[in-house]
């Protein structure tokens, strides 16, 4: 139900991302904003600008279950097919800040990001370990789900290079 943007469009499977709601999705309009749009009532609501995505040079974005944020990939560096690592921003849509992912480590390359099914919780993979959010907050820790990752021995959360055509595609 939850699909996530590409910065290229042929990059993704779908150029639309359907939200909760199969009558609402979320995309860039023609000014380059994050725009959610209503197929019932016909309405529009920006969501995020398109001085975030210029300034941030954003490759990734998804919006949490909540509507509160909008989850970014910057500073992406393509590993495989499939697969990339990036820094994960967090867009506050009420009041238009950024902050990272993980405070305490805002350099840091991810493996993965994503929402979880509700509110703000969020799982992400670095270095081939899991953790979980259960509500995103810029003071929330993230409680690890995984400690025996080691980068191309023991991948927790994300494929091998191999396999992960299969897993991506599929």
Do not use: C
């Not at 139900?1 to 609402?24: C, I, Q, V």
């Not at 480590?105 to 969020?122: E, I, T, V």
């Not at 810029?138 to 995984?146: A, E, G, H, I």
């Amino acid at each position: 139900m939850f699909r996530t943007f590409y910065k290229d469009p042929l990059a993704g499977h779908d150029n639309k991302k359907f939200l909760e709601f199969y009558h609402e999705f979320l995309f860039r309009d023609a000014d380059g904003a994050a725009t959610i749009y209503n197929a019932e009532t016909l309405r529009k609501t920006v969501v995020m600008p398109n001085t975030t995505f210029r300034q941030m040079n954003v490759h990734q974005y998804s919006i949490s279950p909540d509507r509160k944020y909008i989850l970014l990939a910057i500073d992406y560096k393509k590993m495989y097919r499939h697969s990339f690592l990036a820094k994960y921003r967090i867009f506050n849509i009420s009041n238009e800040h950024v902050v990272p992912l993980l405070h305490d480590d805002s350099n840091a390359m991810l493996q993965f990001a994503q929402w979880g099914r509700g509110g703000s919780q969020l799982v992400f993979v670095k270095d081939s370990n899991m953790f979980y959010m259960p509500q995103f907050s810029s003071l929330t820790k993230p409680r690890p789900l995984t400690t025996n990752g080691e980068n191309d021995v023991i991948l927790n959360g994300v494929p091998d290079w191999v396999y992960e055509g299969k897993f991506f595609i599929e």
